[in-house]
């Protein structure tokens, strides 16, 4: 199922986008060599092991190029996959398949991977209270779709963009003059606005937790760079009267004694930013 963000119009404007960046005024090497009326058929072929995300949004690639092709899907979104899998079989004019077959593979490669990242994180931290969340460190003009890919992979969404909540990071609360300041303003600013906003405020150490504490008026403490220690002393500090998030340099080897601290969430950006696209590949059936 699609997250709502995922609509229509943001699926033809970026398919749109990314042909016009790919293709530009032909798809020379197709035209040259393959006849116009010629057919063929086409596997995507797994050469990889992980989760396999981005099989509905090569439908929706390969329609734009060409409403005629048919897609036979084997495996969905979601799915585990090793090397060997088929997971869709497209069918159509060859000129067509090969000039989508790079988008495709960009897309599915990349959106994989991700979701075989998120959900070995997730797998990391399962039996604690912690949810996994991602960050807004994304590749420009494809954050949606890694966002999207990160909820195959299991996790969690966090803000979409600068406009859906209001994240106080230390640069705000330097810029702003202080905690009691940023956080001041920024309500000041929600009720004058009407806007109805979360807000959440960056910690870096203990003193910071306490001055957030005793001016309150937010939804989400996020406890940033904090060691274990000093964690779990400010998740006692916050007894649930907010919500608390860690970030920070945040691993594999790490994960699972940060949710043991207590937090809520736990903010990995390395879900988009630093992940192995998977090996996918679409070949010709003969």
Do not use: C
């Not at 585990?80 to 000129?95: H, T, Y």
């Not at 001041?184 to 504490?213: G, H």
């Not at 940060?258 to 988009?272: E, H, K, N, W």
């Not at 992940?275 to 590949?281: N, P, Q, V, Y």
């Amino acid at each position: 199922m699609r997250p709502a963000y995922i609509t229509d119009d943001f699926l033809q404007e970026f398919i749109s986008s990314a042909f016009r960046e790919d293709v530009g005024d032909g798809d020379h090497s197709s035209l040259a060599a393959i006849p116009a009326d010629a057919k063929s058929k086409a596997r995507l072929l797994v050469k990889d092991t992980g989760i396999l995300a981005g099989v509905d949004l090569a439908l929706q690639i390969f329609k734009h190029a060409d409403p005629s092709l048919t897609i036979e899907v084997r495996l969905q979104d979601g799915a585990k996959i090793k090397p060997g899998d088929v997971a869709f079989v497209v069918s159509g004019s060859s000129r067509s398949i090969l000039t989508a077959e790079r988008l495709v593979l960009n897309s599915m490669q990349r959106m994989s991977g991700i979701a075989t990242k998120t959900q070995r994180l997730v797998k990391l931290i399962e039996g604690t209270s912690a949810h996994l969340l991602d960050t807004r460190k994304t590749t420009p003009n494809f954050r949606l779709l890694e966002k999207w890919a990160v909820l195959i992979g299991g996790g969690y969404n966090h803000r979409i963009g600068l406009f859906d909540m209001i994240m106080l990071k230390d640069n705000h609360v330097d810029m702003a003059g202080g905690i009691k300041q940023a956080i001041v303003q920024t309500n000041d600013y929600l009720r004058a606005t009407k806007k109805k906003l979360k807000i959440e405020i960056e910690t870096r150490s203990l003193a910071e937790v306490e001055q957030v504490l005793a001016v309150g008026n937010v939804d989400i403490i996020m406890l940033d760079n904090m060691d274990i220690e000093t964690m779990k002393k400010a998740v006692k500090m916050i007894n649930g009267r907010f919500k608390t998030e860690a970030s920070g340099g945040i691993t594999e080897e790490t994960i699972r004694e940060v949710a043991f601290t207590g937090v809520d969430y736990i903010s990995v950006g390395a879900l988009t930013h630093s992940i192995r696209s998977l090996d996918l590949s679409l070949k010709a059936i003969k």
